[in-house]
């Protein structure tokens, strides 16, 4: 099992920048991914940016594009969400999230099953 412990949400205007972490304790090595998860009122949770801690695949959510970086320090067991020209939008609440996937499997199939406790991020206009 993975525990997840998240930081760094908090209030931005448009325009801003903040850098979300997330620290993993317990299974992590090159064959778990990281995933960093929003969710709005009244919508449903989304994936943003995935990556497997081994660098070699990364994915984001087509509205993200350009703007956030998925990253992982692997000495500290840490991964990151670097979010730049945020928008209003991307008002959320934001949770990383840890699975094991197979050397020839997708980050983007099955569950998470291990979940961090949620920051939140609000961007005003």
């Known amino acids: 099992q993975v525990r997840l412990v998240e930081s760094g949400g908090g209030l931005v205007q448009a325009g801003g920048s903040l850098r979300l972490s997330c620290t993993a304790s317990?299974?992590?090595?090159?064959?778990?991914?990281m995933g960093w998860f929003r969710q709005a009122p009244g919508k449903e949770r989304e994936l943003v940016a995935a990556?497997?801690?081994?660098?070699?695949?990364?994915y984001y959510l087509n509205s993200v594009k350009g703007r956030f970086t998925i990253s992982t320090d692997n000495a500290k067991n840490t991964a990151f969400l670097q979010m730049d020209s945020l928008k209003p939008e991307d008002t959320a609440l934001y949770y990383c999230?840890?699975?094991?996937?197979?050397?020839?499997?997708?980050?983007?199939?099955?569950?998470?099953?291990?979940w961090g406790q949620g920051t939140q991020v609000t961007v005003s206009s």
């Open positions: 990556t497997r801690w081994s660098g070699d695949s990364t």
């Open positions: 999230a840890s699975k094991y996937v197979s050397s020839s499997g997708s980050m983007l199939l099955g569950g998470w099953p291990s």
């Open positions: 317990g299974r992590t090595g090159s064959l778990f991914a």
